[in-house]
């Protein structure tokens, strides 16, 4: 069904008042570290949301590819129901009877052998980085306090200290030093440059299959095949941050799929916890990851019985292979109906699978100006970096819904 919302109202205006008491509560009481959509959602389900008003809306940011198979996913929420009746937390200090599974049947999906749970996506790049440092020393013999871990501009990985130490983005970097040392910023894309930053004591290279938060950026040709035979050579290990790219946005399971690669390492999240609660994970063998000892890393939520039984769910939608297609099918859909805009108002469309960026021409008006016209419009999206915004609906989301959403981005574009 596509039923369009009515045009949010401003603050003050009586036909608001519920939005508007929300957001001034949580503007009151909350760090202002985001700048959201004037819209409060309270209900939701598949592709669509509901606000506090009754408005309609269609999700297609889908919380960053958090909520790839929807809002209410039947099956997930089953699965969480029915292990909200046994056992939510015990802790890593015991087993658990969900625990074995999860692991074992995600190191399945990766073609891997080993898992580290943890809870979110930074979570898990700091896994990642800290498995990285510690096969160095322990597995390559780097130096002790030497090893370096290259990465690409415009990354996202997450906000801690460490991750942001390696952000190009001021918003992310600024005001937040000292910063931790041990990488190396190439530019993105360019095989080149990896090559020429890989010496002795580089430990890995951290990599997004594709880059989400700069733009949905897709690196050329074989640059993804380039770096794993680089690696391979040089005896560093590839990790492929899959946070966003994974679990079926992009038409495969992995984005590294699209030129055959399997990097060393997985990160993981998002979509693994289905939308439901967060869970992250880090895949790799048992070489890479058998270099932690206990006591050396950890979390208490990190594998908790919740999250393994949707995390278990998640592994088995994606074994079918249905949202794979769905992504790859409408993605094409998708695409071919973006690139029809181009001239008009976008200057450049960039993507895979149901995952796109749109570079709005800036003479014209910015990301934040057609997300919010869109939101008047019963559509819902996320602008980043001034002029793009990003489009990433649930991988449920149906056709007629998918072409409803291009009609209204062309109506709201800037002429």
């Known amino acids: 069904m596509t039923t369009t919302s009515g045009t949010p109202t401003t603050p003050g205006d009586t036909a608001a ?3 508007d008491r929300q957001i001034a509560a949580a503007e009151a009481h909350s760090a202002h570290n985001y700048h959201p959509l004037p819209v409060v959602v309270a209900t939701a389900e598949g592709a669509w949301m509901t606000d506090v008003e009754g408005r309609r809306y269609l999700d297609m940011l889908a919380g960053y590819s958090a909520l790839n198979f929807g809002h209410g996913n039947p099956r997930l929420i089953a699965a969480a129901k029915a292990q909200l009746d046994r056992v939510t937390l015990t802790s890593r200090a015991f087993h658990h009877d969900r625990f074995a599974a ?17 809870n979110t996506g930074a979570e898990a790049v700091e896994t990642a980085i800290k498995t990285a440092r510690k096969w160095g020393y322990r597995v390559k013999g780097v130096p002790d306090g030497r090893a370096r871990i290259v990465v690409a501009a415009d990354n996202f990985h997450g906000r801690t200290t460490t991750i942001v130490s390696f952000s190009t983005d001021p918003e992310a970097r600024a005001d937040f030093g000292p910063y931790t040392p041990g990488f190396t910023i190439v530019p993105y894309g360019d095989l080149a440059a990896v090559e020429a930053a890989v010496d002795d004591d580089t430990v890995a290279v951290l990599l997004e ?14 640059y993804l095949a380039g770096v794993r035979r680089l690696t391979t050579e040089r005896n560093v290990l590839f990790m492929a941050d899959e946070i966003q790219s994974g679990l079926g946005r992009t038409g495969r399971t992995f984005a590294c799929e699209h030129e055959d690669v399997v990097p060393d390492v997985y990160v993981l999240g998002k979509a693994l916890g289905g939308g439901v609660v967060p869970v992250s994970a880090v895949v790799s063998s048992h070489d890479v ?13 990190g594998g908790n019985p919740l999250a393994c039984a949707v995390g278990l769910e998640v592994i088995a939608m994606l074994r079918t292979g249905e949202y794979q297609e ?63 915004i990003r489009l990433a609906p649930p991988l449920v989301i149906t056709k007629e819904d998918l072409d409803w959403s291009l009609d209204q981005l062309h109506s709201a574009l800037p002429r």
Do not use: Y
């Open 17 to 19: 008042t519920a939005t």
């Open 102 to 118: 999860f692991c074992a049947e995600l190191a399945e999906l990766c073609g891997m052998e080993t898992v580290l749970p943890m």
């Open 209 to 222: 299959p594709i880059q989400g938060e700069a733009g949905v950026l897709v690196p050329p040709p074989g």
């Open 289 to 301: 990851l058998g270099v932690f000892k206990p006591g050396e890393h950890g979390s208490t939520f």
């Open 326 to 388: 769905r992504a790859a099918e409408l993605g094409t859909h998708l695409h071919r109906g973006l690139a029809a805009l181009t001239g008009s108002g976008v200057t450049e469309v960039r993507g895979r699978g149901l995952w796109a960026g749109v570079d709005i021409d800036p003479a014209l008006g910015t990301g934040r100006e057609v997300s919010e016209r869109l939101l008047a419009r019963g559509v819902l999206v996320k602008d980043t970096h001034g002029s793009t």
